[in-house]
């Protein structure tokens, strides 16, 4: 699912290289397939990123003191110089090892790609263009994530100066700084674009929103979810989930200094000695990811190695949250007359507000288990979406719905479609085991990932005829509960 990625593989420019026919000009193309959920979008990463160039770039023959930093033009990077002396005749260019212009030795810090944005494209694709819900956040436990809000202003209502923040509701945040309150925080006027930095310390299914007048931006679909995925999905196979994550609670005997390194690999090395410190429980009984008190092999067994890597809710350690397919799934309410109030330039009563329909993923039904038309299949560019097709083969044979679980797409500013309801809510578990005698599935896993930011109505959600068991509310794993 795009978004979910490592940001080694996000951070993509968005231009000529971008895909999707953008030329990088402003004339973007894309718009007609950004949150689409499926291999149809090929463009992932941040619209508007590109290189940072703020920095100066690295001049042969300059004297430069120990500590200094520069970037470079040719293979653009950034290095920072690990000993003082005037430079050489030849650009830095290698990632690893001992780096030298002829003269000076560097070392590495990583692309251009920085977090900084250029507003054309934001503009450019951002308004008349927005999602409900808002984009899904899906990281990974430690994690850094880097996230740019850019106010792009409401082309129908050009007398607002309506502020915005991202606020991650109910998720450990160590600095109010970036927490999104704007009583404690920064808040984005129209124009501006402000990164937000978290560390992503505990697996567990969250969600954001805005949080300059949240009663009325909720009712616009500023809310989205958000979450951690544990690093408990990166033990081998064969490796036992216990062990791994017990690790973590062995001592270090003593902690290298990292500002003392001269290399980008020691560096890395003396940093990785930190990692137990940072993840250990120690006696926090608020810890939450404690560690089992002993291993339970149970249906995910994870020292049969038959399982595949990842596909955990938390770090259980015996296996116990293991999932074959996760949907998130956003609850929320809904008023049309306070959104046409708002839209149309009329005084709103916030005394008034009373949600008339129930929203999963921005739908009612029956645009839950539908919302997409398929194209005609005789056209010479098929239809993109597998759901289009039987057996989800692009081109094959047309399947006999011509409306199927699929993005909901509005036209944007430039004229184009864009997908501003990209998720339904159809959940299709596999099947892990057929009834030799009558067929029936069972053994298959579906992890929900529910969110739920109402203003004025509570709602709930059950399955009717197959048996749910709750096993975490956010942060906290939820081991023990007989009704659940």
């Known amino acids: ?159 607002l100066f309506e502020q915005h923040t991202v606020h991650f509701h109910g998720y450990p945040n160590a600095s109010a700084f970036y927490d999104g309150v704007p009583d404690a925080s920064i808040a984005i006027a129209i124009g501006g674009s402000f990164s937000y930095y978290y560390l992503a310390p505990d697996a567990g299914t969250y969600f954001w929103h805005c949080h300059i007048s949240p009663p009325e931006h909720l009712q616009m679909g500023m809310v989205g979810q958000l979450y951690v995925r544990p690093r408990q999905n990166r033990v081998a196979p064969t490796n036992s989930l216990w ?54 092999t149970g249906r995910a ?7 595949p890597i990842g596909n955990y809710a938390y770090n259980d350690g015996d296996g116990s949250t293991y999932y074959d397919v996760e949907y998130p799934i956003q609850i929320h309410g809904f008023d049309p007359n306070f959104h046409f109030v708002g839209m149309t330039f009329n005084p709103e009563s916030f005394n008034d507000m009373k949600d008339k329909y129930f929203l999963l993923n921005g739908r009612s039904y029956p645009d839950t288990v539908g919302g997409y038309s398929c194209g005609d299949p005789s056209h010479p560019n098929p239809d993109p979406l597998p759901a289009c097709w039987v057996g989800g083969v692009v081109g094959g044979t047309p399947a006999a719905a011509t409306v199927v679980p699929g993005p909901m797409e509005t036209a944007s500013s430039d004229g184009t479609n864009h997908a501003s309801q990209p998720l339904p809510t159809v959940i299709n578990i596999p099947c892990a085991a057929p009834d030799a005698t009558t067929g029936a599935c069972t053994g298959g896993r579906a992890l929900l990932r529910i969110s739920d930011l109402d203003v004025s109505e509570y709602q709930t959600l059950a399955s009717l005829g197959i048996p749910m068991k709750v096993v975490g509310s956010a942060v906290s794993r939820i081991t023990s509960c007989p009704t659940c």
């Open 1 to 159: 699912m795009p978004g979910t990625q490592i940001n080694g593989v996000f951070n993509t420019t968005f231009g000529a290289n971008g895909g999707s026919g953008d030329t990088g000009t402003g004339n973007a193309l894309t718009n007609n397939l950004i949150g689409k959920p499926d291999a149809s979008f090929t463009f992932n990463g941040a619209i508007g990123l590109t290189n940072d160039y703020s920095l100066d770039p690295w001049v042969g023959g300059a004297a430069y003191p120990i500590g200094a930093y520069v970037r470079t033009q040719g293979t653009p990077g950034i290095y920072m110089a690990t000993a003082a002396g005037i430079s050489g005749a030849t650009e830095p260019t290698a990632t690893s090892g001992t780096i030298t212009d002829g003269s000076v030795q560097w070392a590495y810090q990583g692309t251009l790609l920085d977090g900084h944005v250029d507003a054309r494209p934001i503009m450019d694709v951002g308004v008349m263009n927005a999602n409900q819900p808002a984009p899904l956040i899906a990281i990974d436990e430690d994690d850094e994530l880097f996230l740019t809000l850019t106010n792009v202003g409401m082309i129908m209502r050009p007398d």
């Open 243 to 296: 062990s791994a994550l017990n690790q973590w609670e062995t001592p270090t005997p003593s902690l290298p200094d990292p500002t003392a390194a001269t290399t980008a690999a020691d560096q890395l090395k003396a940093w990785a000695a930190y990692e137990p410190v940072r993840k250990r429980c120690g006696g926090d009984i608020l810890c939450s990811a404690p560690i089992p008190a002993s291993h339970v």
């Open 301 to 307: 067994a994870d020292t049969s190695g038959t399982k």
